[in-house]
């Protein structure tokens, strides 16, 4: 039998905004790209991504799905399409793990059935799958290759449950240009990231 304890988990900061703000926020190892999908507020533009890049290290491409009404296949397949089409090297090309993320708090929920078609389409191309929730659903999800919950204490902090690579602690925090959301990303997993 075996137990899992939790411990301490060195991380780096990132954001993620509906909007990227303008000028993209300092003093982040990296951040989450809103790529599309049917329940997606905002695909992040090229001039988005490009302020971006202009001050992290790593990105995560977010699709936010909407399950039980979206085709999973063809959810994968554009996902797929977006990662293709903007550089996003798979795994092997990179030669490590190259994740991305399925914001899984839209449409039926939970629906792992409908999350696992749509992941092994994201997983048979070369990419990593990431699963973003709140508490009262992301645990109801398998993990896939981890968990990223969304826990808005407003402090810092790491999840305690197995799996858990990031924690999204503040929401709609102000920055100069925009709001952003607050994370701490686990240092592995930061290193197993689109790298720009």
Same mark, same amino acid.
């Given at each position: ?59 995560? /491409?977010?699709?936010? @799905? ?6 999973? !296949? *063809? &959810?994968? %397949? ?73 826990? /808005?204490?407003?402090? @810092? ?6 799996? !858990? *690579? &990031?924690? %999204? ?28």
């Amino acid at each position: 039998m075996s137990i899992w304890v939790p411990g301490y988990v060195e991380t780096n900061r990132f954001f993620d905004a509906e909007h990227c703000p303008d000028p993209a926020p300092a003093g982040y190892e990296g951040c989450l790209v809103y790529a599309g999908g049917s329940s997606a507020a905002h695909a992040w533009d090229l001039d988005e991504i490009r302020r971006a890049k202009s001050v992290v290290k790593r990105m995560l /491409p977010v699709w936010v @799905p909407t399950p039980g009404s979206d085709n999973p !296949v *063809k &959810a994968g %397949q554009d996902f797929v399409a977006w990662l293709k089409a903007h550089n996003v090297p798979t795994s092997k090309e990179a030669g490590y793990p190259v994740h991305l993320m399925w914001d899984a708090e839209t449409g039926k929920e939970p629906d792992p059935g409908w999350l696992d078609i749509a992941c092994q389409v994201t997983s048979a191309a070369g990419w990593w799958n990431l699963i973003y929730g709140s508490l009262s659903v992301i645990f109801f999800q398998p993990p896939r290759d981890g968990y990223v919950v969304a826990n /808005p204490t407003g402090q @810092p902090h790491m999840y305690p449950h197995q799996m !858990v *690579k &990031a924690t %999204q602690y503040a929401f709609n925090v102000p920055v100069t240009g925009g709001t952003i959301d607050q994370s701490l990303v686990s240092v592995e997993l930061a290193g197993q990231l689109w790298a720009v």
